[in-house]
């Protein structure tokens, strides 16, 4: 049985529907990469199965139990985390307490910070400092500290690699992976490269619409596939 | 230039702005104990503010609800220890220190609670139907404000009431050689106690924690498994609650109140929150102290100009920044 | 408006047509000196609430201070007529100042919050309407304080003026009608108002119209399209205020008496927002509906319930509830109930209803 599953999920922002019908299955463990290209409506579908947009129709399972309609705060305590696309981090706060608050209890599980601390150091170093001093891909490591203080069976990732640097792309692939032997990572990217390198299943996602499922491995080899679904060597 | 900047930012920023402010007034002012009195004048006045408008901002920047039915918090606290204090004129007037604090414990307490209940009550009827629809938001805390008031008129009628104080806050102490009204800094004090409990709790706790997240970014708190919808209710109920709390004290400050002092209060309420960056606590005192200062002086140094002063600190600052002094982060 | 060729539309705009008869010939059909009042209360109204309906139902942004503009046009007119005496020359003269102040007033507000949160708007308007307020009692020399100014008017409007006289040098009577300087003020005023809620209509129809209602319905999306939100706004909000203060001045002409409780107080500014919430947000019709029951309301409903609580004096309760002076309490009761459970108003309501059956 799949993590989650989407079934011909719609969301509609204000008056505009932005997604037409998403259908698909994440399995357990590994990364699950969702491409796409701009406007293609990945964030909707992450924000959708986050309960920040109400899809309707359309329902959304998760280990079985149908999510759908749930308020957000019930559907991260069920085990979903979440790392938004412009990061959401508390600037006002320090790193300390950004990671406090996303823990339950409001206190650390030593080893889950010791794990934090080896997988990105950076954050140690500025314990103290208010997060919105923060460069950027610090920023995005505190994000994804934040989603793995707690121990979460889903993570959302949404396109970590935007505007940084190579070398922290590296270490954050690194990180991912480390992530994905204990939970499982649904990864919206747009950068293929960085996408592919993780990724065991995929999807695309084209105008609102799931249009191509398959393993990543096929994916890669498949250049003209490549080139209908998201146009990359234009 | 930079550095300039960089340096006042270290010594405080914008914080600075209430001692220039004051250290410019003391210049044009000449007189040392007409600048004292002024100043604690000032402050006292800037702390009862800050009470009525802290739970405002909150409010506004944890759910982006703009409540302009506030200042009836304001009226009903005023009156509501007005009424309290005249029952227990008896304790006021006996020359037991004792009886004299009880009372006016009893009188902000009543206020305080009927703070918290109409705020529940505010919050569950009234704005909870128009979460995230800011037209009628304004509306209905519009029309809200307008009912208030007419109870308020029918409940208390229209003519001005007078507001015993206890003995014990009677009179002036000498600072120095300047004598100054124990009242007002009773005021000062109580204010200032008050802001510290409410510092210690945003800074110290983990529901404080919650909500300075919450005022950021409120999705985020909810998807990190927090409901901030419940969390708010707690912050509305005590926001109004404080607002009640600023206006007993204000009752007792000004002796004599009518039922348009809420429609008063909410003017300087909303320039104070302007100034100071909706949304921030620390903003808001500042906006309130600034606003309380300037008042004072502009009063002394030109009465005439008394009026329109805290529009033009709010002009002035807004053209500063738009933003106002200190918003909360976003 | 486009909703208006369905039967509930229909309905909304012959109920316009029939108010606006009933304006047209009420000197003839309510021959009392009260029920002109209501009238030209009605006219003057219906310009006023139609220039805020500019703002709130069209453009989507909040205004407190629109009795501010109103009681600029308002004052500008008593002042000149008083210090210059009664001549259309001063009419000028005060309609264009108060045009003036309204205006630079109107942009240095739009600068500092149009900008900005649109919430901001809300806010700044309110406390620059309170200090309006409070100027206009504080320069009692300028603007008669509390009890503010009484003056005359071009002589044409007065009562004993003959506009046409019978063969025995009487004023003469059409259906029973003195034809005097009442009928004439009436007129005036009557024409003077078709004149501005026309201008309105024609803005509302026009290609700015149709941009206004883009930006009202998704601001980020019009900004996107390469509409200049904050210029349009600036630029309606303008002309809102310039109708408002022209209303003003005509209101100014009719009553010969300008005080704070006629041209700037808050009850004013309330009985606006009721007028345009009872109407209906976003539709000139409505907005002729809301103002025309609201005034008739303010001015027979109440007597009705003073009468009513007088009647029922012997009961408990009852006559307490309905005291004259609980007015404003139901009032706003109703006002919160509308933007609950009607938003559209009455006119949107109907004209909804009409759509679907």
Known sequence: MSLLSLKTMQTQIGQYAVLHDVTMDVPQGGVFVLLGRNGAGKTTTLRSIMGLWKPSPGSVTFRGQDITGLHTADIARLGIAFVPENMGIFGGLTVEENLILATAKGTFDPDRLQRVYRLFPALETFWTKQAWSLSGGQKQMLSVARAIIEPRELILIDE??????????????????EIAEHATILLVEQNFEFAKSLGRDMAVIDDGRIVHRGTMADFVVDKALQDRLLSLSA | MEQLNKTLERFGGVNLLPVAVALVAFVLIGAPSSWVTLTVAGLAMGMMIFLMASGLSLVFGLMDVLNFGHSAFVSFGAFVAASVLGWLAGWLGSDSVFLNAAAILLAFTAAILFGLIAGWFFETVVIKPVYNDHLRQILITMGALIVSEQIILAVWGGTPMSVPRPQFLEGSVLIGDVANEVYRLFAFVLGLIVYLALYVTLNRTRIGLLVRAGVENREMVEALGFRIDRLFIGVFMAGSALAAMGGAMWAGYETLITPALGAEMMIVVFIVVIIGGLGSVEGTLLGAIMVGLVANYVGF???????????????????????GLRPAVK | MTDTDTQGGRIVKLAVLVIAALLLFAPFLFQDIRSLEVAARICVFIVLVASYDLLIGYTGIVSFAHTMFFGFGAYGAAISLKQMGPGWDAVIVGAVAGIAVSVVIAIAIGLLSLRVKAIFFAMIT?????????????????????????????????????LMVNDEGKVARLFGVKLNGKLAAYYFVFASSLILFTVILRLVGS???????????????????GYRVVAYRTFVFCFAVVIASLA???????????????????????????????????????????????????????????????????????PYVLDPDRWLFWL?????????????GIAGTIAARGSRA
């Open chain 3, 332 to 344: 706003g009761i109703i006002f919160i109930l509308l933007v609950y459970f009607f938003p559209k």
């Open chain 1, 160 to 177: 970590p690699t935007k505007g940084l640097a190579p070398s922290i792309i590296d270490a954050m692939a690194e990180a991912f992976r």
């Open chain 2, 301 to 323: 140094l030109a009465p005439k100009l008394a009026l329109a002063s805290n529009m033009l600190l709010m002009m002035a600052i807004l053209l500063w920044r738009p933003n």
């Open chain 3, 248 to 318: 003003g001045t005509i209101y100014a002409i009719w009553l010969k008496y300008t005080g704070p409780d006629t041209a700037l107080s808050f009850t004013i500014m309330i009985d606006i927002l009721l007028m345009v919430v009872i109407g209906g947000m976003g539709t000139m019709w409505g907005v002729v509906i809301g103002a025309t029951l609201l005034v008739l309301a303010q001015y027979y409903l109440r007597d009705l319930m003073g009468s009513a609580a007088e009647a029922l004096s012997d009961l408990p309760l009852l």
């Open chain 3, 126 to 162: 309110l406390a620059a309407a309170s200090v309006a307020m409070v100027l206009a009692s504080q320069l009692s020399h300028f603007t008669g304080g509390e009890d503010g100014i009484t003056y005359r008017t071009p002589d044409i409007f007065k009562t004993a003026t003959k």
């Open chain 3, 207 to 225: 290609p700015i119209g149709t941009v206004l209602k883009a930006i009202r319905e998704n601001e980020a999306r019009a900004e996107a399209i």
